[in-house]
């Protein structure tokens, strides 16, 4: 059975995302999720559990939606990191202003999130409306590392689609309770990712301090 088939036929973002899915099944979802990352006013809170309600009726299997949906992040991630890098921070905020729906505050937002975290705010940045695509920008600008940015991008992403995912199965026809909470949501996922990051800086640091401790 269809997801239009199982509810009241969706409309517009969802009823795009939904035809993706049916048509492609989980390429799509991974289609789709591509394309918000290039487009970042299409929101992953209703592409996401969409997916997860799609799997839920059998439509797309559920661990195929994550990999898909991830490996759809990746690739629309790479794109963005290829555009900082090539166009340099001057004409990509330039290219910014002249596209539709997208606003050179939300590029300079996330300029502001990379120089205040480094690296570590592509893992991070993918947990946060906006900054999650647009992450990708100041990282190829600077010129990140592509094998570092491309293993926090796959985890980051894959931890934000694995939830949504695994939220909209779990909610079934209800999916799109997961976009009216996602606020909190997103908010408590942070915290842990910034909790984990920081736990690990902790464990490196007493490491260093343990070797260099046993060397004098």
């Known amino acids: 059975m269809s997801v239009l088939q199982a509810t009241q036929e969706p409309t517009g973002l969802a009823g795009w ?5 049916e048509r492609l099944g ?61 166009l340099g921070r001057d004409r990509t905020r330039g290219l910014a202003g002249k ?4 606003k050179v505050e939300d590029v300079d937002k996330a300029e502001v ?26 990282a190829g600008v600077e010129r990140m590392s592509v094998p570092l940015f491309l293993l926090l991008t796959t985890v980051g992403s894959g931890i934000w689609n694995t939830l949504l995912i695994v939220a909209g199965y779990q909610l079934g026809e209800r999916w799109h309770v997961v976009e009216s909470s996602v606020g909190v949501f997103q908010w408590a996922v942070v915290g842990g990712a910034i909790a984990a990051v920081g736990w690990f800086v902790v464990v490196k640091l007493r490491a260093r301090r343990s070797a260099s401790e046993k060397v004098k």
């Open 113 to 138: 999130w990379f120089n205040r975290h480094g690296p570590k705010a592509v893992l991070i940045g993918r947990l946060v409306p906006v900054v999650r695509s647009l992450i990708s920008v100041p």
């Open 99 to 102: 596209l539709p729906l997208v």
């Open 17 to 21: 995302a939904t035809d993706l899915m």
């Open 26 to 86: 989980a390429p799509g979802a991974g289609l789709a999720v591509a394309l918000e990352n290039l487009f970042p006013p299409l929101p992953s809170e209703v592409i996401l559990p969409l997916a997860g309600f799609a799997a839920s009726r059998g439509d797309l299997g559920l661990a195929a939606a994550i990999v898909f949906t991830t490996l759809g992040s990746v690739v629309g991630a790479l794109a963005l990191y290829g555009v900082g890098a090539g």
